[in-house]
């Protein structure tokens, strides 16, 4: 079964940090490219970075560009997004997702999700 467990979200104060960790089991992460997506409240769900099967990286939202960087650890199949300066535009539920294909900006093409983890950026 495959399954997909973010963790890490929380209340945080403008120009702070937070790690999301995106768990995944029932497939290996040299398999699947995984996608973070989040969803502010009020708005669509947007894409925020991807790192590829291969271990390559995407980023997607031009707001988080040099704040926010995705990262991965093969051994514990783990998948991070490491997040700085935040800001309360940062504010939404974060989502890991897995496609078995490459990096893809639009959600619908991704085959699992996880339950999201809510990020708060305020003061």
């Known amino acids: 079964q495959l399954q997909l467990v973010e963790s890490g979200g929380g209340l945080v104060q403008p120009g702070g940090s937070l790690r999301l960790s995106c768990a995944v089991s029932g497939f290996t992460l040299d398999n699947y490219a995984i996608g973070w997506f989040r969803r502010a409240p009020g708005k669509e769900r947007e894409a925020v970075q991807c790192i590829s099967s291969s271990g390559g990286s995407t980023n997607y939202a031009r707001s988080v560009k040099g704040r926010f960087s995705i990262s991965r650890d093969i051994a514990k199949n783990t998948v991070y997004l490491q997040m700085n300066s935040l800001n309360p535009e940062d504010t939404a539920v974060y989502y890991c997702?897995?496609?078995?294909?490459?990096?893809?900006?639009?959600?619908?093409?991704?085959?699992?999700w996880g339950q999201g983890t809510q990020v708060t950026v305020s003061s």
């Open positions: 997702a897995a496609i078995d294909t490459r990096c893809s900006m639009w959600g619908v093409e991704y085959d699992y």
